[in-house]
C-alpha cells in the first residue's frame, strides 16, 4: 500500500493533483478542499489510499492521516465506494461524520450528492460502532454544518479555483456565475454538489479567456 506521497505538485485538476515523486507523476484523485490547499511547484505531503480493482490503480488523497482512516472506514459499509467515501469527505470533516452517525443525524449524510433518506438511515446503523466519537472541535463544527448544512459552497469553490491558479476577481465572477446552479439545488432538498459546479465554474472561465 502507498502509505503517502510526497513531492512538489507537478499539476492540478478539478479533482486531481500530481505529485512528482522522484520523477514519477503520481496522480491522485483529491475533494476539492483537498485541492484548494494545494498550490502549483509547491512542496505537498498527501496521505493516499489505493483502491485496486481488475482494470484500474487509483490513488485517493487526503490531507491528513485522520482522513484517509475515516475514508477507508467508510468503505466498509456496503454500498460504499470509494467515490461516494471521497464525496461525504467532500462536504463534511471526518468529526463532522462522526458526529453525524453517533447522534444518527440523517440530515447531515442526505446533504452528500447520492445518498437519500433511506441510504442515511441504513448508512448511520451500519457505521455506527465503526467511526467513534469526534477526536476535537470539529464535532462542533459538524454540528453546526449538520443545522445550517455543509461548510459555505461559496468558499470551497473559490478556493479552489483559486488554488488552480485563477486570480480572485475571476474565481468571484465563476462562483456568481454558477449560483443559480447551486440555489436550485439547495431548493431541493440537497447539498450544493461542489465538484460539479467547480467543473461549471471552469467552462466559464475557460470561454472567457
Given at each position: 500500500m502507498i502509505a503517502f506521497v510526497s513531492g512538489p505538485v507537478a499539476a492540478l485538476a478539478p479533482t486531481t493533483a500530481v505529485v512528482e515523486v522522484g520523477g514519477i507523476g503520481m496522480a491522485v484523485q483529491c475533494t476539492p478542499n483537498t485541492i484548494a490547499g494545494l498550490r502549483i511547484g509547491q512542496e505537498a505531503r498527501l496521505a493516499t489510499s489505493l483502491v485496486v480493482r481488475e482494470d484500474s490503480l487509483t490513488l485517493y488523497g487526503f490531507a491528513d492521516d485522520d482522513e484517509r482512516q475515516v475514508f477507508e472506514l467508510l468503505q466498509t459499509?456496503?454500498?460504499?465506494?470509494?467515490?461516494?467515501?471521497q464525496a461525504m469527505l467532500g462536504v463534511h470533516s471526518p468529526d463532522a461524520l462522526r458526529?453525524?452517525?453517533?447522534?444518527?443525524?440523517?440530515?447531515?449524510?442526505?446533504?452528500?450528492?447520492g445518498i437519500g433518506k433511506k441510504g442515511a438511515q441504513k448508512l448511520l446503523l451500519e457505521l455506527k460502532d465503526k467511526l467513534g466519537q469526534p477526536l476535537g472541535t470539529g464535532g462542533l463544527v459538524g454540528a453546526q454544518r449538520a443545522a445550517t448544512g455543509p461548510a459555505p459552497w461559496t468558499e470551497q469553490l473559490s478556493a479552489a479555483l483559486?488554488?488552480?491558479?485563477?486570480?480572485?476577481?475571476?474565481?468571484?465572477?465563476?462562483?456568481?456565475?454558477v449560483t443559480p446552479q447551486a440555489e436550485a439545488a439547495i431548493a431541493a432538498g440537497g447539498a450544493a454538489p461542489v465538484p460539479q459546479l467547480l467543473r461549471a465554474a471552469l467552462q466559464t472561465l475557460n470561454r472567457a479567456r
Open positions: 459499509a456496503s454500498g460504499v465506494g470509494p467515490r461516494l467515501a458526529l453525524a452517525v453517533s447522534t444518527g443525524d440523517e440530515r447531515a449524510l442526505t446533504a452528500v450528492p483559486i488554488g488552480l491558479g485563477y486570480a480572485s476577481r475571476e474565481a468571484e465572477e465563476a462562483v456568481a456565475t
